[in-house]
């Protein structure tokens, strides 16, 4: 057992006091007094504001159903493709071709580079046969980058990340069941990027038929075994089991966007104007719009990022590793020489495989 003395420093004479392994808290009362360890939580705090963070999220759904105008409202920032190019004219693509848009947004001093990957074509098609194949291979894509970032001998002092952090997948309001597309997109994404299901434009359904297609959702994505988070295996401690219960009680969250203000009871909202009233985005007895930002950015934001490193980008490594050591634990064995000396051999003929680990160059 580690053990040490301690000494009183008002009285030299004084015998000493046994002190074991059990910490030292630190208070005026206390023989050391006052540390400042908690100092270093300003240190991190004045970093982090002066390098600023980024954020990469992906929105995936049908043309139609608001991703563009959701992700302004979100954001408060005009950071879609739709609203940041002059006279968009909506053209429905043949295939699926992703487009990024990155911007920087400042509040209060911290810097954040949001970057949306917006899918134009997905789910337009009569044969949608394979059409998330693209977004999958852009997400390997990215977490190829940055391994190649990770293995050069003199790398980067701050790697850039562009690694997808959340995916937003948009569910068209029916009001049945998933769809095979939808079953088959989240079935394959859901094992490299955090999905999180929302149903777009909920303000077409009443009350009764919202609840009642959620419990299908949720029926279909427990039937199917999709992930989609936050993932229970993922709750690091009792407090966060508690808080990620509420989220998940509440997937998929039944979402409006709108990028207007309305004047409602003498104060300013964001809503959309009906021949019945005013559906505030923000209200909660209206929809799920603040739950949505809450996952997204005032609660889940890091821990989306920890997650898309620690866990999606760590499977991602660790198989292609083992990749790279088979072939080139192949090539080696390829060139070794056999016990009498020769190199192995291809056959009778005793021609080298030289040619075959060429190949494999």
């Known amino acids: ?46 970093k982090t504001m002066k390098a600023g963070f980024e954020f990469n999220i992906m929105v995936v759904g049908q043309s139609g159903l608001g991703k563009s105008t959701l992700v302004n409202t979100l954001f408060k920032s005009k950071v879609s493709r ?20 990155s911007h920087v947004i400042e509040e209060k001093g911290v810097k954040m580079k949001l ?47 562009t690694r997808v952090h959340c995916c937003v997948y948009f569910l068209p309001a029916t009001g049945h069941w998933l769809r095979p597309i939808d079953v ?34 949720r029926h279909d994505l427990k039937a199917n075994g999709i992930r989609v988070y936050p993932q229970t295996e993922y709750d690091e401690d009792p407090e966060d089991r508690i808080l990620n219960d509420k989220i998940r009680e509440n997937i998929p969250f039944a979402v409006v966007g709108t990028d207007k203000e309305h004047q409602v009871n003498g104060n300013k909202v964001l809503g959309r104007k ?26 889940h934001l890091q821990d989306l990022k920890d997650v898309t490193h ?24 390829s060139c070794f020489p056999m016990e009498n000396g020769t190199n192995r051999t291809n056959g009778t003929n005793g021609t080298s495989d030289r040619s075959d680990s060429e190949s494999h160059l």
Not at 82 to 101: D, F, R
Not at 284 to 291: I, K, L, P, Q, R
């Open 115 to 161: 970057t949306v990957i917006d899918t134009p074509g997905f789910g337009d098609q009569i044969n949608n046969e394979n059409c998330w194949e693209p977004i999958v291979n852009y997400v390997n894509e990215q977490y190829e980058r940055y391994l190649k970032e990770e293995l050069y001998v003199n790398r980067k002092r701050r790697i850039p990340d």
């Open 82 to 101: 739709k609203s940041c190019t002059p006279n968009y004219e909506e053209k429905i693509s043949k295939t699926v071709k992703l487009q990024s848009v």
């Open 310 to 333: 620690n866990i999606h980008y760590e499977t991602f490594r660790v198989r292609r590793l083992n990749e790279s050591n088979l072939t080139v634990h192949g090539l080696a064995l």
């Open 274 to 299: 009906t021949k019945w009233g005013i559906i505030e985005v923000e209200n909660m007895a209206h929809c799920e719009f603040a739950n949505l930002r809450d996952l997204l950015i005032r609660s």
């Open 184 to 217: 088959e997109f989240m079935k394959r994404l859901g094992k490299i990027v955090s999905i999180v299901p929302v149903i777009a434009k909920a303000d077409t359904l009443t009350m009764e038929e919202r609840q009642e297609f959620k419990q299908r959702i």
């Open 1 to 46: 057992m580690a053990q040490f003395w301690q000494y009183c420093s008002s009285r030299s004479s004084c015998s000493p006091c046994f002190v074991g392994e059990k910490s030292i808290r630190s208070s005026g009362r206390d023989l050391f007094g006052y540390v400042g360890i908690e100092a270093v939580l300003d240190q991190m705090r004045r």
